[in-house]
């Protein structure tokens, strides 16, 4: 990671001693959004020009498994965040200019086709429901799926399937419903939100596909599922490595107080072993095939291979993750129970964590 993308000392503490704030309040603390915003964290994948920080794929999956290390609910939000902030590259640069170059912008919202826009005059008439928008009380624009209508009557693209259009809004222009109570990520806030009668210019829909992006940026032609796969899974990565690090302490203060039989001690270490090599051996995996993929970018290679690659090993480490993690968890007693202990929030977040569609293994998300 470049030296100025690094965590330092600083960075570290607000994150280590807010993570139970954020916890409480359900949503980021005033500490938390204020170091992303000095740091422009939100603005991990916006270009420079618009004062981004423009890092390449593997730069940002580095540096969103640090975050991950230190606060899951933080680094959570921050990706999906992140990530809808992507979206610059696929706006019209009329409109995205100016609402990209400002320093808290925060695009955010729900993949769910939750709704319908009526085509009126030059532009839709949106209404619906959406849920699960992560991050939603810092919110400045909401995006969303619809159907399109006219008239009343469902619209059809060339292959006879329902045409849906994304679209992004103000936040004036939103009800967010406070509904987000959940037993891990508390502090990502991902409220539903809804829109009634609420009118959209055309300028205001985009598509995620790299033939359509407005921006040269070599980032916005990586095509977004393996993106959003990979986003995903090293917060995974990285809230596995913190489990990992603090069960290891943990169990070493139980060997030292000999307190612990030393039958299930060692049956323990074992099972820890496990979990640090396979962590560090799929970690591996999938930065190598996050560098080939980008080299491929530049290099006009083909990719699809390594595509369906990083699709099967993201949804196979997850699973690997939640089932590891639950082999050693009955071995931290009564402090890996304990709400305010780390071991139990890290294992509270890796298992909401694990609800979303996109990384479980059964789901049919291609």
């Given amino acids: 990671m470049k030296k100025d993308m690094q965590l330092n000392d600083n960075d570290m503490a607000i994150l280590k001693d807010n993570q139970y704030k954020g916890i409480q309040k359900k949503t980021l603390s005033d500490e938390q959004l204020e170091l992303i915003y000095r740091k422009k964290w939100f603005k991990i994948w916006v270009p420079k020009s618009l004062g981004g920080l423009e890092l390449n794929l593997v730069e940002g999956l580095v540096l969103l498994e640090d975050l991950a290390y230190w606060d899951g609910g933080f680094a959570w939000t921050t990706t999906l965040c992140a990530g809808a902030n992507l979206f610059v590259g696929f706006i019209d640069t009329t409109v995205g200019d100016d609402i990209f170059a400002a320093k808290e912008v925060c695009f955010g919202g729900s993949g769910q086709v939750s709704g319908v826009a009526e085509r009126e005059g030059t532009g839709y008439r949106l209404k619906g429901i959406w849920k699960y928008a992560t991050g939603a009380p810092h919110l400045t ?46 502090a990502t806030a991902s409220h539903s939100f809804s829109l009634n009668d609420v009118f959209a210019y055309e300028n205001q829909s985009f598509s995620i596909d790299a033939s359509r992006t407005t921006r040269g940026e070599y980032l916005y032609q990586y095509p977004f599922m393996p993106f959003a796969e990979l986003t995903l899974l090293v917060n ?12 290891e302490k943990l169990f070493i203060v139980r060997s030292n107080e000999s307190k612990w039989d030393p039958v299930e001690s060692k049956a323990a270490f074992k099972i820890l072993d496990t979990l640090q090599q396979n962590y560090l051996d799929k970690r591996k995996t999938i930065m190598a095939l996050a560098e080939h993929s980008w ?38 007693g009564i402090a890996g129970a304990a709400k305010d202990n780390e071991i139990n929030i890290i294992f509270r977040n890796v298992f909401t964590a694990s609800q979303h569609k996109l990384l479980q293994k059964n789901a049919n998300n291609r």
């Fill in 295 to 332: 080299k491929n970018l530049y290099d006009k290679g083909d990719n699809s291979s390594l595509f369906e690659r990083i699709a099967t090993e993201s949804r196979n480490f997850v699973a690997e993750i939640v089932t590891n993690i639950t082999k050693v968890y009955p071995y931290t």
């Fill in 236 to 247: 995974f990565m990285g809230m596995y490595h913190r489990f990992i690090d603090l069960v």
């Fill in 141 to 186: 624009h909401f995006t969303l799926n619809a159907r399109i209508q006219e008239a009343g009557q469902p619209v059809f693209d060339k292959d006879g399937n329902p045409l849906v259009k994304s679209f992004f809004v103000n936040r004036d222009d939103v009800l967010i419903h406070y509904d987000w109570d959940t037993f891990g990520l508390e």
